[in-house]
T-cell receptor
Framework: SQTIHQWPATLVQPVGSPLSLECTVE??????LYWYRQAAGRGLQLLFYSVGIGQISSEVPQNLSASRPQDRQFILSSKKLLLSDSGFYLC?????????FGEGSWLTVV | QKEVEQNSGPLSVPEGAIASLNCTYS??????FFWYRQYSGKSPELIMS????GDKEDGRFTAQLNKASQYVSLLIRDSQPSDSATYLC?????????????FGTGTRLQVTL
């Protein structure tokens, strides 16, 4: 089974600063990968998904972008953070017909 | 817009009681259904999956599915304080592959001593 690593686990960033969250997957090759966000009091929102290197689909218009530079690496970025970008960011990878999540990254924009 | 609805709670049950968590979904063509448990500050973890109408039991957990009513539930028997968490219902429109799951907003369960 695959293992999903995310870092950093927690970060506090000022408004207008850049962001880079990283996700790596072990134990599988050529996985589909997902970025979800869970804002306070809200459900899981799918932000991006990728079916392979350089292939990114965006689910919602936003201040964020994603990249897939390597088969098992998925990066979430922003050039200038907004307060509304605060939340819990989860990288996920499917296995069978469901998905499994990494440990998550807590982002607080101040 | 495909939706998955859950009561946000909190649902409070005494230790040892049965906790009943409910979920409805709008996409009648949905094929597979999942329950995730999420402790505060942690990522969701899969605890149950169900694909056919009826009940599926796994230890103290029972998932129930009624596709005609578009309803899926999770029963937790002999509830323990360690069961206190938010439970997310997720629905997959396909079988055999993990497409983009649709999640409910979750029900917060509190098991009291």
């Amino acid at each position: 089974s695959q293992t999903i690593h995310q870092w950093p686990a927690t970060l506090v960033q000022p408004v207008g600063s850049p962001l880079s969250l990283e996700c790596t997957v072990e134990g599988t090759s050529n996985p589909n990968l997902y970025w979800y966000r869970q804002a306070a009091g809200r459900g899981l929102q799918l932000l991006f998904y990728s079916v392979g290197i350089g292939q990114i689909s965006s689910e919602v218009p936003q201040n964020l972008s994603a990249s897939r530079p390597q088969d098992r690496q998925f990066i979430l970025s922003s050039k200038k953070l907004l307060l509304s970008d605060s939340g819990f960011y989860l990288c996920a990878c499917p296995s069978g017909n469901t998905i499994y999540f990494g440990e998550g990254s807590w982002l607080t924009v101040v | 817009q495909k939706e998955v609805e859950q009561n946000s709670g909190p649902l409070s049950v005494p230790e040892g009681a049965i906790a009943s968590l409910n979920c409805t979904y709008s996409d009648r063509g949905s094929q597979s259904f999942f329950w995730y448990r999420q402790y505060s500050g942690k990522s969701p973890e899969l605890i149950m999956s169900i694909y056919s109408n009826g009940d599926k039991e796994d230890g103290r957990f029972t998932a129930q599915l009624n596709k005609a009513s578009q309803y899926v539930s999770l029963l937790i028997r002999d509830s323990q304080p360690s069961d206190s968490a938010t439970y997310l219902c997720a629905v997959n429109p396909q079988t055999g592959t993990a497409s983009k799951l649709t999640f409910g907003t979750g029900t917060r369960l509190q098991v009291t001593l």
